[in-house]
């Protein structure tokens, strides 16, 4: 098990973690918290590439650089995109506020019904069933066909 | 209809963690090695990826800095104006006392590490994270407080304006935008590698107010639920 | 030293999928926090310090910052109110 294939394994792991976390769960909040997720295994993929076995950091040493020093560039790019992540991370938080204040609630599938129904009745279309599922007494096939309105 | 997207989607992601396995170890030609090899005479900084990110790539700090500045501005207007008074609890004889000692300490580790940048790991984004910290610290032990937003703007415009002067400096000098000026110093010492800690501090500096900026208007809020 | 990384690896997969899994959001968020702190060093044993320190002055320090100041103004802090089923 070199360590390489031990990280990358654990990069992998991170991003399907958070793509689970996304796709699973119905709360803002805990989105949030996976795209914080999967940043951290996309930045750990990406920093993987500058590293070679037996290699020192790029940085000079009391006598000299190294030898063999690991690749600065991805380390750079890497050491941006964590901070433009956090700006990211801030700004979704904000909205999730916002998102809170206005309509009262952080279940995603509420906020999207709400949504539906705002835009049904500013429209003036009556809204047909949503797009999570199909009522069950009415027809399926009718539902799937308008998706909510014209 | 949504769970055979989600399961279309996995395995494409399949797929792609499967190319880059294959792919995995040292590449053979990349421009790294030429950096390596060659930034300690040509920039002078002791801290090769310092010398990456501010002389090689400096457009790529630029463009960051941007993307910063467009996330605190964002945030700013979602956020609408602060309340005039807050609901918070007093903070506690234990918090109080601990961000006065903590205050000087954090202020100083942090410019430490922005102006050391290019001689040790470190820098303008890390320092700046600390030193917006540091100008926070006090805000949580005393409630009622205000940062002072007129101050931190000002910071961050000059911060930043002086970032893109230096910048232009070279241009003037008939070398290409963010070229690195003003020699090369002896290496090790705090006052090496041209103006590559000019540019840190600024970076430092803009990163710093920006964030405390942020991080006070999150918490004036007044609590919604 | 290949070992000592596994044993990271291990604790910081545990603590990503305890973050999806805990009801309450400033336990999950405590687990956020392990993850950055891992991370960082994970960071430091593929020889990338600059990198480290960012993702610990980061990750464990002001993205925890934020998440617990946000946690608080919507009101998810007070007492342990359950979240909707996932």
Redesign the interface.
């Known amino acids: ?10 990069a ?10 996304i ?5 803002l ?2 989105i949030i ?2 795209i ?2 999967l940043e ?1 295994g996309a ?3 990406l ?7 037996g ?6 040493l009391k006598d000299g ?1 190294p030898a063999m ?12 995109a ?10 979704a ?6 998102i ?2 206005i309509y009262g609630t ?2 995603v599938r509420e906020i999207r019904q709400s949504m539906d129904e705002e835009i049904a009745a500013r429209a003036g279309v009556p809204l047909e069933g949503g797009r999570q599922a199909p009522r069950s007494d009415s027809d399926p096939i009718a539902t799937l066909e308008v998706g909510g309105h014209e | 209809m949504r769970r055979a997207a ?1 399961l279309l ?2 395995l494409g ?1 399949a797929l792609l ?1 499967a190319a ?2 294959r792919h ?4 053979a030609a ?4 030429l ?2 090899a060659r ?2 005479t040509e920039v002078g900084a ?4 310092t ?3 501010l002389a ?2 400096g457009l ?2 630029l463009v ?1 800095l941007s ?2 500045f467009t ?2 501005t ?2 700013g207007l ?2 609408g104006r602060e309340p005039a008074a807050t609901s918070d609890r007093d903070a506690g004889f234990i918090l109080r006392a601990g961000a006065d000692l903590f205050f000087p300490l954090l202020l100083v580790v942090g410019i430490y590490i922005v102006l050391h940048g290019h001689l ?2 470190g ?1 303008g ?1 890390q320092g700046g ?1 600390i030193l917006a910290c540091a100008f926070f610290v006090p805000l949580l032990a005393r409630p009622g407080r205000r940062l002072d937003q007129r101050w931190a703007s000002l910071i961050e415009g000059l911060a930043g304006a002086s970032f893109i002067v230096i910048g232009l400096l070279a241009l003037v000098g008939g070398e290409a935008f963010l070229t690195p000026l003003l020699g090369k110093g002896g ?2 010492s705090l006052f090496s590698a041209g103006s590559l800690p000019l540019l840190y501090t600024a970076v430092g500096l803009k ?1 710093g107010a920006e ?1 405390a900026g ?1 991080l006070a208007r ?1 918490a004036a ?1 007044q609590p ?2 | ?2 070992w000592v ?2 044993i990271i ?1 291990i604790v ?2 545990a603590a ?2 305890a ?2 899994l805990l009801k309450d ?1 400033l336990s ?2 405590a687990a ?1 926090a392990v ?2 702190l891992a ?1 960082s060093v ?2 430091v ?7 480290a320190m ?2 610990a002055a ?2 464990a320090g ?2 925890s910052l ?2 617990a100041l ?2 608080r ?2 009101g ?1 802090a007070r007492g342990h109110k359950p ?2 089923r ?1």
């Open positions: 098990m070199t360590l390489t294939l031990v990280l990358y394994i654990a992998a792991g991170l991003l399907l973690i958070g793509i689970a976390g796709v699973l769960h119905h709360h909040l805990r918290f996976s914080a997720l951290s930045n750990l993929l920093l993987l590439s500058s590293f070679r076995e290699a020192a950091a790029p940085i000079r650089f020093m690991a690749d600065p560039v991805p380390q750079a790019l890497v050491l941006t964590i901070v433009i992540g956090v700006g990211v991370l801030a700004l938080l904000v909205l999730a506020l916002r809170l204040a952080l279940d | 989600s989607f996995l992601l963690l880059i396995y995995l170890g040292p590449n990349n421009v790294g090695q950096i390596d930034a300690p002791a801290n090769i990826v010398s990456v990110v090689y790539r790529d700090t960051e993307i910063l996330a605190a964002a945030v979602v956020l040790t790991p820098g984004f994270v290496m090790g990163v964030l942020v999150l809020q919604v639920a | 030293m290949s990384a596994s690896v910081m997969l990503a999928v973050v999806l959001f999950a968020l956020l993850v950055s991370l994970l960071f044993i593929l020889r990338a310090p600059d990198v960012t993702e980061v990750g002001l993205g934020l998440f946000a946690i103004r919507m998810l979240e909707d996932p």
